[in-house]
């Protein structure tokens, strides 16, 4: 561009030289003409074309040698402009283009930086808010965990590859009576615990993992677990503790209750072998063989009352007896029983009294499992009820529940036993319980037909003085307040 510029200032000054030194030779060969025009008069005009012409010819060699002289002189003067003017500019223009590239490169730079910088803070933000996330994850996993571990009913007790406690729940403590400072050794060899940290870890194949202790009334089952870091090494233990007492006593009872029906069957069972291998074995007159037979049937009546309430235990436990819960009269239904009973009761002149008050509601429940219990109750205290004593029944209502309280003077039951005789097989006097024909299931399916009536049963008892025992039983009113609250509460819904 400077060049170009260079140029116009050359052919500028060489324009207006050249105009310059036209103008300059025409008013020359002007005035010569002029001159030659006041000659005419003096000198011949032959002489006078000849001086002219020479003139003019020496005007214009003038002119072309001032032109050319004049070119050569702008082009030096071109040249020394652009050294002393143009070429200043022109670098200054270059140092301001180069200035500006280079601050054009700067400023390139500088938004690269900056997008770069940007570009880094976004990568920062978003890792910074997936940082977030897995910690916000993480603490709501952890307090999950915790709030697990914290409302669990089973211990957890956790152990780092030194035998230091790094976990404790408030069910653990509870269960071992645990402190804080305690470690796995002073732990367990206060409870006898044949264990081995190292051996559970390292040889856990080889260990047994699982073992139960007992804690004053409890027991307690103590499962031992070794468990990892993230590079898969050894790096504790972990020992889950259960209370089993419940199952304990269970097992217990199972293992009490078939040893009982064994030995239930087993008695009736030797003495009808007895008795037939007698008969067969020997001849025996008529009233000693009616006597045998008589007592192979009654063992044999013995063992049906037996396996029938057996059945109906079994039945009530797998929730396959048929419960048809109905609206129905307590009172006459606890004096169609006493009625029934009354014969027994003449046999031993015992005074046997019935109470209804008028005002009993309808009752709503089985009828005939209701029936069950009010015989097997009054049956009981017929039997445990010496000779001209008194059995007295009353039926009344109170607290929206209908009762039934059957008082009788017999041998009573110890304050101690009370808690036991609903236990299957359970009796208090269990020779003479067998005497007089009892299976010592009754007062269980009482209790079981009970519950599944929703009802319940207290005994109170003292011995040599009687025995009194309340049944409640709800009623037709509270049978109908029940569905009035279900009905308001889903028209809530």
């Not at 025009?37 to 001086?51: A, D, F, G, P």
Request: proline share 2%; hydrophobic share 40%; charged share 30%.
């Amino acid at each position: 561009m400077l060049r170009s510029i260079e140029i116009k200032i050359v052919l500028i000054f060489t324009i207006i030289g050249i105009i310059a030194i036209s103008s300059l030779g025409m008013l020359l060969i002007h005035n010569l003409q002029k001159a030659n025009v006041n000659m005419n008069n003096i000198i011949e005009i032959s002489e006078i074309n000849s001086i002219m012409n020479t003139q003019i010819y020496q005007t214009k060699i003038i002119m072309c040698v001032c032109m050319i002289g004049f070119v050569i002189l702008m082009i030096i003067m071109g040249v020394i402009i652009s050294k002393s003017i143009i070429s200043p500019i022109s670098n200054l223009i270059k140092s301001a283009e180069n200035a500006t590239r280079t601050e054009k490169n700067k400023f390139l730079n500088q938004e690269k930086k900056k997008r770069s910088i940007n570009d880094l803070v976004t990568a920062f933000d978003i890792m910074n808010n997936e940082l977030k996330e897995n910690l916000n994850e993480a603490t709501r996993q952890s307090k999950q965990m915790e709030t697990i571990l914290l409302h669990m009913t089973d211990g957890i007790l956790a152990f780092d590859i030194e035998g230091r406690i790094i976990h404790i729940n408030p069910a653990a403590k509870t269960f071992l009576n645990i402190d804080k400072e305690d470690n796995f050794e002073k732990i367990f060899e206060k409870y006898n615990v044949d264990i081995n940290l190292e051996k559970i870890i390292y040889l856990e194949n080889w260990t047994s993992s699982e073992q139960k202790i007992n804690v004053e009334d409890r027991t307690i089952n103590l499962f031992f677990a070794p468990f990892k870091n993230e590079n898969d090494r050894p790096a504790g233990v972990i020992v889950v503790i259960q209370d089993i007492t419940e199952h304990v006593k269970l097992d217990t009872m199972r293992k009490r209750f078939v040893a009982d029906v064994s030995h239930e069957l087993k008695t009736p069972i030797t003495s009808i072998m007895g008795y037939a291998d007698t008969l067969l074995e020997s001849e025996v007159d008529s009233e000693i063989n009616k006597k045998f037979l008589e007592r192979i049937s009654a063992e044999a009546e013995r063992m049906a009352r037996l396996v029938s309430d057996l059945l109906t235990l079994s039945r009530y436990d797998t929730s396959k007896a048929k419960i048809e819960k109905t609206e129905f009269d307590l009172g006459e239904l606890v004096k169609y029983a006493f009625d029934g009973m009354d014969i027994e009761m003449k046999k031993k002149e015992q005074n046997g009294e019935c109470f209804v008050t008028s005002n009993v509601p309808l009752v709503y429940a089985d009828k005939n499992g209701i029936e069950k219990v009010v015989i097997n109750i009054l049956s009981n205290a017929i039997k445990y009820t010496p000779e001209k004593g008194s059995i007295k029944v009353y039926v009344g209502f109170v607290y929206n529940d209908a009762y039934i309280k059957i008082i009788d003077t017999g041998i009573g039951i110890p304050k101690e036993e009370l808690d036991k005789i609903f236990e299957r097989f359970y009796r208090v006097d269990k020779a003479r319980t067998r005497e007089m024909g009892g299976t010592g299931l009754g007062l269980s399916i009482a209790k079981e037909i009970l519950d599944q009536n929703d009802a319940m049963i207290d005994i109170k008892s003292e011995v040599g003085k009687g025995t009194e025992v309340v049944i409640r039983i709800p009623t037709k009113q509270t049978k109908n307040s029940k569905e009035k609250i279900e009905e308001e509460q889903e028209v809530s819904i």
